[in-house]
């Protein structure tokens, strides 16, 4: 099942629409599954995540668009607090995805993605980036974020935990801490960096969560 909440208490989002896919959407090529690493693997929201992925709680994914509609426009909102986009595995549910992008018509719906850039799933997320709805492609480390920077589309990061606020890249690319990991009263509807599609610098976010030592070899490269 997919699971909304219109105002979502999340720490780090503050008060937005946030939503919450089934485990079978995240691909095997994220480094963070299966207790690797994933903060949606830590307490308390394993419990959610649980009860989303066995069909406990939620609906639907043509409920979860018919809620998104409901959104007033100019609305920021955090799709797949845990959870990839639509489809099983490394592969995108293309006709789901178009599904999501026209309910979030008008909004400001953004959410982040591990699934691989085949052919068939960049051409998916270019457009569904070109028509308002911003997927951030998912970084394993800066490296990595360097190679998903070649692909003209908006690109999030995993950092080490000591990184420094603000720094460059190997290849040059500028990189920004998100704001709401090191400033208490930042958050997400505060800041709406990750919103912003076309953007030319790479965001980042430290590992945190219970696992974080796991999340850090990975983000170190």
């Known amino acids: 099942m997919f699971h909304i909440k219109i105002r979502s208490s999340n720490d780090k989002t503050g008060v937005m629409p946030v939503s919450s896919s089934p485990k079978s959407t995240c ?24 009860k989303v992925s066995t069909d406990q709680r939620g609906g639907s ?9 409901t959104i007033p426009d100019n609305t920021l909102w955090r799709h797949n607090q845990v959870g990839d986009l639509p489809g099983s595995n490394n592969r995108i549910n293309v ?38 709805f911003t997927i951030n492609l998912s970084a394993n480390n800066i490296k990595h974020a360097d190679e998903l920077m070649e692909l003209g589309l908006p690109v999030a990061t995993m950092l080490p935990i000591d990184s420094p606020k603000k720094q460059l890249s190997p290849n040059g690319h500028r990189l920004v801490t998100c704001p709401a990991t090191y400033q208490d009263k930042t958050k997400c509807t505060d800041c709406g960096l990750c919103q912003v599609a076309d953007r030319d610098f790479i965001i980042g976010f430290p590992v945190h969560g219970a696992s974080k030592a796991k999340a850090n070899l990975i983000a170190k490269g």
């Open 27 to 50: 691909p095997d090529n994220c480094p963070l599954k299966d207790k690797n690493g994933c903060y949606g693997d830590n307490f308390p929201m394993a419990l959610h995540w649980n």
């Open 61 to 69: 994914f043509t409920d979860l668009c018919d809620t998104v509609k």
């Open 95 to 132: 006709r789901q995805l178009a599904q999501l992008v026209a309910a979030n018509d008008g909004k400001k719906g953004y959410t982040y993605t591990h699934k691989p850039m085949t052919a068939h799933n960049l051409k998916a997320v270019q457009l569904a980036n070109d028509k308002g």
